[in-house]
Every structure is written in C-alpha cells, then in structure tokens.
C-alpha cells in the first residue's frame, strides 16, 4: 500500500468494531459497509450522483445492492454471536 494512501485509511478510521448491541444496529452497519464500499469504489461524487437516477429505477441494480446489504449483514451477525445471549 502507498504511504499516502496507508496515511489516509490510519487517519480516516471509520470501524473500530464489528460489533453492535442490537441486530437493528447491525443491520445499519451493514448498510454503512456497502455505502463505504461504494464511495472506496468510485471516490468521484458526481459520478455518483450522475448513474443514481439510473441504479435506483433499475429492479435489477436494487436487487443486487440489497443482496450487498445482506452478505454484510451475514458478517455482522457473525461477529456478534447472532446476538444470542449465553
């Protein structure tokens, strides 16, 4: 990894911990994890902005990104025991 790049994710720490008290909780992290990987994916906003009108009238693109939520939400789960309590 590039220093600048290193420097960048060290002083931009957004996810200290998977773990949450609720499963509601870990359903938001779930939708901030695909939210973030989209932004590390194309970092342009206006871009973004641009091929939203797209993506959001697609049946196809809403579906997908609600399976991205769900494989987040997996791992989530996972890390908090399935909030099941001993």
């Known amino acids: 990894m590039a220093e600048d790049q290193q420097e960048s994710t060290t002083s931009e720490q957004w996810?200290?911990?998977?773990?949450?008290?609720t499963p509601q909780e870990g359903f938001a992290l779930a939708v901030t994890l695909s939210q973030?990987?989209?932004?590390?994916?194309?970092p342009d906003t206006s871009v973004r902005?641009?091929?939203?009108?797209?993506y959001a009238n697609?049946?196809?693109?809403?579906?997908?990104?609600?399976q991205v939520i769900a494989t987040h939400?997996?791992?989530?789960?996972?890390a908090n025991d399935y909030w099941q309590e001993e």
């Not at 996810?15 to 008290?21: C, D, R, Y």
């Open 73 to 78: 939400f997996q791992t989530v789960a996972a």
């Open 49 to 54: 902005k641009g091929l939203r009108e797209t």
């Open 15 to 21: 996810l200290p911990s998977l773990i949450t008290e």
């Open 58 to 66: 697609d049946p196809d693109s809403l579906i997908a990104a609600s």
């Open 36 to 42: 973030k990987g989209v932004g590390t994916t194309q």
